[in-house]
């Protein structure tokens, strides 16, 4: 994209007048997109973006620029900017590269912008037939396909120089129910790290069934009672729950400047001994996954808790000089347009020996959230709260009628330590993760766990 | 501290002239080019300094009745070639019933003011003083402040335009600057969070010590909060959280949704939907808001329009498309969400007309219930088309009329639909909810009876 010596020049301009680390990341993204309501095609788009990031650090202080205008002259008034921004003490030196070493985070067969439009509004026109056709009151349907093809270029002042290419697919069916003035909607959204063979691959139709099954089963369902009560949790998208709960507050970029719940908390016990949580960027071929990061650092898996026990953070280069320690592979951004910053990849809650039916036999009275919505957390004191989109009661140990509308809030900390089940089937379910360094794709996941008590918000007043 | 933004008129003039021989009967393109500075501050330092410069553009084109769209933000031979070929291909699979078309634009457009020269002169050292003011200011609020944990000064300036082959020629520049400070306290083992937000066109209206205050009392006043018992309260949403819970659900208003089912709206142009106090109104520009639409991502002049007026429902929010399918004139709703997004629906500045008594009389008048300062997780606990809503929430016990003691960890659930018909007071402290773009969504207090709330 850029030949080595004209990025040793702007790696050197950038420390010119200050600054004791540079790095420019340099991407060009092809995406495509279609989108079809009721089975009928009404959008669809292909476009290039093309952009580059100049940051420099001195300390824990940064400086980042960026702008799609790739001419050297530009590139280097910009770095040079940035630089004098951190001038205290110029500690000037020449950069050098090391020789180039690609990286292949995605391995596509094939590219998806190689596959004709038609191809994909085929398969959108499936799901919506699909979906329609599973129940009389499924009134609408919509559904979805994005890709995008990405080639990056890093190079920083310690001589890294990589490039890599990340290739992702993902579809979508929502289906709505409509029973008198009540609508229900029911939705799945897989995504792949790789090329369209994955969409290829996916059961189209037993998803587009799935999703106008939850929207019949939510239109017919009662509202969710409130209160505190157990709740199971299933397994999959309920990894949610440890994402919003637990992992953002394990992020350097809380963590790094003590505003997190779980800083300065290493070998403690801080969740129930049933927990054990992992965060790995380097399972092949995962929708979270990475062989760099978005600093040039190769990736480790990082076990977060083991038998409760907090184990490791999540950790940047600037999380890195906050916390005295080095990066771990977890510096990441939505594009060029944000500045990295520690992030979470295919994160989830390892599985236990339970099965899901004993967990359910187990309760006598509770909820099983059998599917989720996404939400949110506020790391410095915990607090959380996600969605779920299907619910049933669990009654004298068996699920009984569905209920709709609930939400589950609490304090991560106080979740962790109450969860007293966990299940044997461990699932991924794929995700946007949005933070400080914009949006980007990450796995929930999770076996069916059991929270002995956690407060249920429902539209319904009493048992 | 900044050159203006170049619009690429020779690239653009060029792709337009071409695009007939690509097989395209009338196009258009819609660039935007942004400007922004961010200064972060924390623990008495710049931590962090940001600085970009960025464009792209979008291309629309009209084959065989249907419109196909490409995007770029490359602008050579290269890119010209990939966005007709792409265009065609896109406007190819397309099976759209009524066809989006072009606009030659209106004979006149209502004037606006979004750019402030005198805001464009402010340097690094003005804005860096006024971010590291503002921490200090908070961090010596109160010994029990401990962190300011996120303190974000940002200054941008937006370009767009639309030329297209029909001869619409339209132009608008903006800049903005906004402020965000959070603060953390602890307080007896407790651990509470804050914020304050300040956007605007006038720097020299920052009052530091006004901003510090908020920020702090905001996470000082949740010092001690605990659940109350679940049950039915009545409640007076605070403007901002009442903002925030019409922006989840503005969508209904949109004709798109209602054209194609996802809107519950649908077929009820003249029905009471809401109480009488209900008034809720899409204007181009309001004096309380921060940005002014003179004309919409079609090049259709924006108006000021009654959605609800005494609780009937009165009209949709349409676009081009959808004004042709309802065979109504477009209301200037067609925007964009960028270049890289299509023709869709959204608001300019959408509001709950203020009424005329105070936050505190709603208080009064509640006499006992729960004061909801924040909902939290509106993105996930709000579905926009069954206008369900179960949503963590932070606030204070009203007893006689008077916050009692601050609220949190729990609940607050209904319907949207439902909320409309409980809505029993509205207040006159208008507040808009600070936006990147079209759809700015503003509201007053309201006091609505009945909302279920889960806690103890």
Redesign the interface.
Known sequence: MLNPIVIERILTAALTYGGDFSEVYIERTKS?S?SA??G????????????VGIRVLKG??????????LSEKTLIR?AE??SR?LSENPEARHVSLNPMINYHSSKPITLPLSV???TK?DILRLASSRAKAYHEII??T?SSYSDMERNILIANSEGDHVTDQRVRTRFMIDA?A?LG?????GYFAPGGNGGFEFVESLPIETLADDAARIAVTMAKAGP?P???FPVVIGNGFGGVIFHEACGHALEAS?VG???S?FAGKLGMQIASNVVTAIDDPTMAGEWGSFEMDDEAVVPERHVLIQDGVLKGYLIDRIGARRMNTVPNGAGRRQNY?F?PTSRMSNTFIDAGSDTKEQIIADTPFGIYAANM????V?P??G?????VTEAYMIRDGKLAEPV????L???GHEILLNIDRVGNDRKFSQGMCGSYSGNVPTNVGQPTIRVSEI???????DL | MSDRIDIPDPFIDQLLSRSPIAGFSESEVYFNGQESVQIQV?ER????????????LSFRGRSAQQM???????FDEG?ES?LLE??R?????????EPETLFEGEKEYPATDNFSPELDKKD?DYFSKTALALEDAILKYDPRIV?V?DLFLSYGIGTQAIRNTLGLNCDSTHNILSVYASS?CVAEGQ???GFCVWIGRDADTIDIAALAKESAEDSLSKLGAA?VR???YSVVLDARAAADLLTAFSGIFSADAVQ???S?LAGKIGDKIASECVDIRDDGSHPASFLSFSFDSEGVATRNKQLIEKGTLLSYLHNRKTAATDGVASTGNGFRSGY?G?IDIAPTNLYFAPGKSSQNSLLKEMNNGLFIKYL??L???A?E??G?????CEGFLVVDGRKDRPV????????FFKLLQSVVAVADDLYFNPSEGAGIIGSPSLLIEGL?????
Do not use: W
Not at chain 1, 373 to 376: E, Q, T, Y
Not at chain 1, 404 to 407: E, I, M
Not at chain 2, 388 to 392: C, R
């Open positions: 495509s279609l309501v009721n009928i095609i009404e959008s669809a788009s292909t476009g290039i973006e093309l952009g824990i202080r940064s400086v980042y620029v960026f702008s799609n205008d910009l900017n940035a921004s004709a439009q038609k509004a009134t609408q919509s709505v409509t003035e009540e609508k229900q909607t969710c409130s209160g505190r809380s400047i003590g505003a719940v347009k500045a919505g996404g939400g949110s506020d410095s004191t607090e959380f709260n996600f969605a709709r509308g609930a939400t809030i609490g304090k407060t249920v918000g429902g539209q319904k007043d | 924390h330092k710049i931590v962090s300094f940001e600085s970009s410069s960025t464009s792209g196909g769209y490409s995007f770029t933000e490359v890119a990939f792409k265009a291909e896109n406007s190819d699979v397309l099976e759209t019933k690094f962190a944990d953390r651990t509470k969070t659940p679940s049950g039915k194609k089912g996802f519950l890289k299509s939290i997780g993105h996930a606990g579905n088309i069954s369900d809503f179960s949503l963590s949190d960890q729990i609940t607050v659930s209904g319907n279920t709330i889960s806690g103890e």
